[in-house]
Structures are given as C-alpha cells and as structure tokens.
C-alpha cells in the first residue's frame, strides 16, 4: 500500500530531547491538500496551537489567531492556556483521554463542536465552545511601522509560502514600501511552515 510503504521510507528516530526527527513528511487527502496549498482554505477555529510541552504537565497556548474566526469570536488571544477540552484534562495520560483532547483541538470536519476551559493570558478561567469552519489563512498579518531610536522598522507576520500569499504580500510590501522610510525591516516567520519555492523566491525578490 503506498500509505504504508511512505511511512516506511520515514525515520523513526528521535532528537536527544525525545521528540520525532521527521516532523514534516506526511500525507493528506489530495482535495483537503489543494483546498488548503491553493487557496488557503481548512476545517477549523482559526487558532494556531502552540505546544510548549507535549507531554505531563503538558503546555499548551494560542500562539496567533485568524481575524473574524470562531477563535476571535470567542475571545481567545495569544498566549491563552487550554486547561480542559471537552471535560478531559490537558494532563490525561489514557489512550481515549488523548484522543479526546486531539479531536477537539484538530477538528476532522465543518461543523464539530467542542467546549475548551481556557485561562486567558490575564489569568481569567472561563468555558467557551468552538463550531469548526471553513478557515480561510491569513498568510499576512500585523503589517506596521514601529518608531525606534535608531530609525523606522517595517514590521510583517508571514505564517505560509501558499499561493493565495502573493496579492497580501504585494499588498503589504507596497504598504511599507511607500512613504514610510523604513530603515530594517523584521520579516517574522516563527510560525512559517513553508510552502511553495516561488513565492519564498517573489517575497525575496520584493
């Protein structure tokens, strides 16, 4: 089966920390694959998760949202903790527990509900429910200029090389481009998980 002979073909092996080498090959339905590369499109709440700690005491916060989301509906911010999802703790170490806690955070379908208890960044606890969407992917974000002692900074978030990128990064170059006398520019890709070559090679370019 060709499923099985790719994840052969992976290593197994882990870092020093304990974590997979290969975290980047993979597969995917082929229409959910072009729906998301082409045009951005996904099931979801708008949240990118950021996972601080995989396993007990597990760590785990929003690392960005997507405007006009569930996720911003809800009020989630960056930097927000989950505690509960779905009545299991973050902490579950049973099989079905993770599985709980998996399909409420990667959402499989439109329309899945899942309830989360969340700690907001200001130390809040509160209980919200996500629908899952069709999530369109911001790719740019945050365009600004910041003043600083030593000159005007440019400013962009740049989270995948897709193809729906190229018109928000033209955008956004033109943005910084005209009249605002940058002097550095911060391109932020933490939290890039790459893409298609050409546009890497247009952003360059540009």
Same mark, same amino acid.
């Given at each position: #089966?060709?499923?099985?002979?790719? @994840?052969?073909?992976?290593? /197994?092996?882990?870092?020093?920390?304990?974590?997979?080498?290969?975290?980047?090959?993979?597969?995917?339905?082929?229409?959910?694959?072009?729906?998301?590369?082409?045009?951005?499109?996904?099931?979801?709440?708008?949240? /990118?998760?950021?996972?601080?700690?995989?396993?007990?005491?597990?760590?785990?916060?929003?690392?960005?949202?997507?405007?006009?989301?569930?996720? /911003? #509906? $809800?009020?989630?911010?960056?930097?927000?903790?989950?505690?509960?999802? #779905?009545? =299991?703790?973050?902490?579950?170490?049973?099989?079905?527990? =993770?599985?709980?806690? $998996?399909?409420?955070?990667?959402?499989?379908?439109?329309?899945?509900?899942?309830?989360?208890?969340?700690?907001?960044?200001?130390?809040?606890?509160?209980?919200? /429910?996500?629908?899952?969407?069709?999530?369109?992917?911001?790719?740019?974000? $945050?365009? #600004?200029?910041?003043?600083?002692?030593?000159?005007?900074?440019?400013?962009?978030?740049?989270?995948?090389?897709?193809?729906?990128?190229?018109?928000?990064?033209?955008?956004?170059? @033109?943005?910084? $481009?005209?009249?605002?006398?940058?002097?550095?520019?911060?391109?932020?890709?933490?939290?890039?998980?790459?893409?298609?070559?050409?546009?890497?090679?247009?952003?360059?370019?540009?």
């Amino acid at each position: #089966d060709p499923l099985d002979y790719f @994840d052969v073909l992976k290593t /197994t092996g882990l870092s020093p920390t304990g974590a997979p080498k290969d975290k980047f090959h993979f597969t995917d339905d082929s229409l959910e694959y072009c729906q998301l590369s082409q045009g951005g499109v996904s099931a979801g709440y708008g949240v /990118t998760w950021a996972f601080l700690s995989t396993i007990p005491p597990r760590e785990l916060l929003v690392a960005y949202t997507e405007p006009n989301t569930p996720a /911003t #509906d $809800n009020g989630l911010l960056r930097g927000a903790r989950i505690l509960e999802i #779905d009545g =299991v703790d973050i902490n579950a170490d049973t099989q079905a527990g =993770v599985d709980v806690l $998996n399909a409420g955070l990667f959402p499989a379908s439109l329309g899945e509900s899942h309830d989360f208890t969340i700690q907001d960044p200001d130390g809040t606890v509160r209980s919200i /429910t996500m629908v899952s969407q069709e999530i369109t992917v911001a790719t740019v974000q $945050n365009t #600004d200029v910041i003043d600083t002692p030593t000159g005007r900074v440019g400013y962009m978030t740049f989270t995948a090389f897709r193809a729906p990128s190229e018109a928000a990064l033209i955008d956004a170059i @033109d943005t910084l $481009n005209q009249g605002a006398c940058i002097y550095d520019l911060v391109l932020d890709l933490r939290y890039n998980g790459g893409g298609f070559g050409d546009i890497s090679s247009q952003l360059g370019y540009m």
